[in-house]
């Protein structure tokens, strides 16, 4: 079975500038999370998708947006990004419920705004 | 909402020698929770779940937590430290029906040789 595959693995952006994060979830894992990690931080939630809906968000602006296709695979989108928007973003994919789930991360997105 | 507390955010010990990470968590309802480990510009590795069986949790490269509920915590150990032990841990807290993980601030393990 393939893992949780990010791309890009680095990125740089202007503030003010929109940008879009890419996570391929892992095979048969209906549900995605996405996570921001600041520099020396754990990771905070953002959000999560299950099967195409937005089930669950953390505490961050609107101008983080996602997508999640049918093929279970997610966007993350962010606009008008900000200094402190620089982090390293993380992607999980699990199935739903129960105490048996697990999430399993990808490698990240490290994107710098500057 | 539920939290978790490391305490310590660095620690070092010799190689060969005892690891102890600690973590504490807040809750009226015990939780799911996790050890995770993060090796520089890597992504997170689950170490091992508690999940309302055993209370002891043995994980992945020798680590193993228990579960004490008194406490509130869910220490990581390790009995004998490995160079390759070198990293972030994170101990991260889900609740019951829910899939969001709350992480604490993590604590990055240095091994002495």
């Known amino acids: 079975e393939t893992g949780v595959t990010q791309s890009p693995t680095h990125l740089i952006k202007t503030r003010g500038q929109q940008v879009t994060l890419r996570c391929s979830s892992q095979s048969g894992h209906n549900t995605v999370s996405w996570y921001q990690q600041a520099l020396g931080q754990g990771p905070q939630f953002i959000f999560q998708y299950y099967r195409e809906e937005e089930n669950g968000r953390g505490n961050f602006p609107p101008r983080f947006s996602g997508l999640q296709f049918p093929n279970y695979s997610s966007e993350l989108n962010v606009n008008a990004l900000e200094l402190d928007d620089s982090a390293l973003y993380l992607c999980?994919?699990?199935?739903?419920?129960?105490?048996?789930?697990?999430?399993?991360f990808g490698q990240g997105t490290r994107l710098t705004v500057v | 909402a539920q939290s978790v507390t490391q305490l310590g955010s660095h620690v070092s010990v010799s190689e060969g020698a005892l690891v102890l990470l600690r973590c504490n968590y807040s809750?009226?309802?015990?939780?799911?929770l996790f050890w995770y480990v993060q090796y520089p510009n890597q992504g997170l590795q689950l170490l091992l779940k508690?999940?309302?069986?055993?209370?002891l949790v043995k994980g992945i490269n020798g680590f193993e937590a228990e579960f004490k509920k008194s406490e509130t915590s869910f220490h990581l150990t390790k009995p004998s430290a490995h160079m390759s032990d070198a990293a972030e841990y994170f101990c991260?807290?889900?609740?019951?029906?829910?899939?969001?993980?709350?992480f604490g601030t993590g604590t990055r393990l240095t091994i002495i040789p």
């Open positions: 508690y999940t309302s069986a055993a209370t």
């Open positions: 999980a994919s699990s199935l739903p419920g129960g105490e048996n789930t697990e999430a399993f």
């Open positions: 809750s009226s309802v015990p939780p799911y």
């Open positions: 991260a807290v889900r609740p019951l029906g829910n899939e969001k993980l709350t």
